[in-house]
C-alpha cells in the first residue's frame, strides 16, 4: 500500500432521505498511509433547508451555508482538479 497514491474523502449532507445534498466535503490526498499535501475542505450552499436531525450531527444550517458556503458546482470543480488523476483500482487495496 506504502506505492499508492489514493484521497480520502469525506462528506456531510443534509440527512438520509431523498433530496440529499452534500453540505461539506472534505478530501486528503494520501500517499500510503501518509498524508501528502494539504487537505481540502469546503462548504456547500444548495439554498435548502436542513433538517433539525441532520443539523444536529453537524452543527450547519441553512443560515451558515449561505453565509460560507460555495456554489456547488464550483465547489465539485475544485474538488475534481484536487483529486487529480489519482485512481487505483480497488481490487489493489487490502486493508
Known amino acids: 500500500m506504502t506505492d499508492f497514491s489514493w484521497c480520502l474523502i469525506d462528506t456531510e449532507t443534509t440527512g438520509l432521505h431523498a433530496p440529499i445534498f452534500v453540505v461539506e466535503i472534505a478530501a486528503q490526498r494520501m500517499r500510503g498511509w501518509q498524508a501528502e499535501g494539504a487537505p481540502f475542505r469546503r ?53
Open 43 to 95: 462548504l456547500l450552499n444548495h439554498g435548502t433547508d436542513i433538517p433539525p436531525e441532520a443539523s444536529r450531527v453537524h452543527g450547519y444550517t441553512r443560515e451558515i451555508l449561505e453565509r460560507d458556503g460555495d456554489d456547488p458546482r464550483t465547489v465539485y470543480r475544485e474538488l475534481a482538479r484536487y483529486v487529480g488523476s489519482i485512481a487505483i483500482p480497488v481490487e489493489t487495496v487490502h486493508v
